[in-house]
C-alpha cells in the first residue's frame, strides 16, 4: 500500500511545543495533498516533522513502513522544498538540477540522464534557462528549479513549502496542473502548504487544515473549505461562488 500515514506526531521548538498529536492520512500516493491554515498554525514545522529535520514523539509511516528514521539516501526518504530555497550559486540551472541526480550514484552523466533533465526543465517551461547561473535567475525562476532538484529525484514523498508563493498566476496554475500530472503518472505523494484557498479548491485531491497546532479538519476541498472554516481559522466572513462550469470560488467580504 502506497500512502502516508502520521500517528500521533508532536513537534516543538526547544521548550515550546508547536504540534499536538497529529493524526493525518492516508495521503495516497498519486494524488496531490494540500495543507492549509493561518500564519503560524504550524505547517512548515509539520512538513520539516515529515522530513525529520525535527524530531518528537508519535509515527510516520509510508504503507506499513515506519520511515521516521531512515537515512538520507532511502529511496523513502521525503524530499523536502523549502519555502525560502536561499539559492544563490554560480552554478547553471543545469548543473542545479543535475547535482541531486549524480548524489547517489556514478558521476558519470548518461544520455538518460541529460534526457530527464531535458524532459523535467521543459515540463516545468525552463529549458531556456539551462545555461543560466542560478544567482541570475528571478525569485520564481528560483522557486521552479528548486522544485526540478526535487522531482528529478523520483521520490515517493514530496514535501513542497508553498511552491507557489514566488510565481505569477500562470506560472500558478501551470505548476499545480503539472505537479498533480507528474504525482499521478509517478505515483507520487505530494504534500503542499498553499495559502491560496481559489488554488487549494481547484487543485487539491485532498486538503488539511492546521489551527492551531492540531488539524481542524481534512477531507475534499468541498468538505473543507466552508464558510464555517474560513471564520474559525482565517478569521474572515467569506463565501462560496459556483461558476457555470462548477468551479467553486472563495470570495472574501471581510476580516472579522
Ligand atoms: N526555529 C524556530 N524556533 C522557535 N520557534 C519557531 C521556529 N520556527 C518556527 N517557530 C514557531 O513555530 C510556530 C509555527 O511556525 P511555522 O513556521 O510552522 O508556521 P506556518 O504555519 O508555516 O506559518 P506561515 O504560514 O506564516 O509560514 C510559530 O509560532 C513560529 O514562531
Redesign the pocket.
Known amino acids: 500500500m502506497s500512502h502516508l500515514i502520521l500517528q500521533a506526531v508532536d513537534a516543538h ?2 521548550n ?1 511545543k ?1 504540534l499536538q498529536q497529529i493524526d493525518l492520512g492516508p495521503l495516497a500516493a498519486g494524488q496531490l495533498h494540500v495543507l492549509l ?10 512538513l ?1 516533522r515529515i522530513y525529520g529535520e525535527l524530531t518528537g514523539h508519535g509515527e510516520i509511516f509510508w504503507g506499513a513502513q515506519s520511515i521516521s528514521k531512515l537515512k538520507k539516501e532511502h529511496p523513502l526518504f521525503p524530499r523536502y522544498v523549502p ?1 525560502d530555497t536561499q539559492m544563490n550559486s554560480s552554478m547553471t540551472v543545469f548543473e542545479a538540477i543535475l547535482i541531486p541526480l549524480k548524489q547517489s550514484g556514478a558521476w558519470q552523466v548518461s544520455d538518460a540522464d541529460m534526457r530527464s533533465i531535458d524532459q523535467l526543465m521543459q515540463q516545468l517551461a525552463i529549458a531556456h534557462l539551462a545555461a543560466r547561473k542560478i544567482q541570475h535567475l528571478s525569485g520564481g525562476q528560483r522557486q521552479l528549479v528548486a522544485i526540478a532538484q526535487a522531482l528529478i529525484c523520483q521520490p515517493k514523498i514530496l514535501l513542497l ?2 511552491p507557489t508563493s514566488a510565481l505569477d498566476l500562470h506560472h500558478q496554475f501551470e505548476l499545480l496542473r503539472l505537479l498533480k500530472q507528474i504525482a499521478k503518472a509517478q505515483q507520487i505523494c505530494i504534500l503542499t ?1 498553499l ?1 491560496d484557498i481559489n488554488l487549494a479548491l481547484n487543485f487539491a485531491d485532498s486538503l488539511s487544515v ?1 489551527h492551531q ?1 492540531e488539524i481542524y479538519a481534512s477531507g475534499t476541498p468541498q468538505q473543507v473549505i466552508t464558510p464555517q472554516m474560513l471564520a474559525d481559522v482565517y478569521r474572515v466572513r467569506a463565501h462560496l461562488l459556483h461558476s457555470h462550469h462548477q468551479q467553486a470560488v472563495v470570495v472574501v467580504e471581510a476580516a472579522l
Do not use: C, P, R, V
Open positions: 521548538y526547544a515550546k508547536i491554515g493561518a500564519n503560524a498554525a504550524g505547517k512548515s514545522t509539520l520539516k519555502q513549502d508553498e502548504i495559502h492546521l497546532g
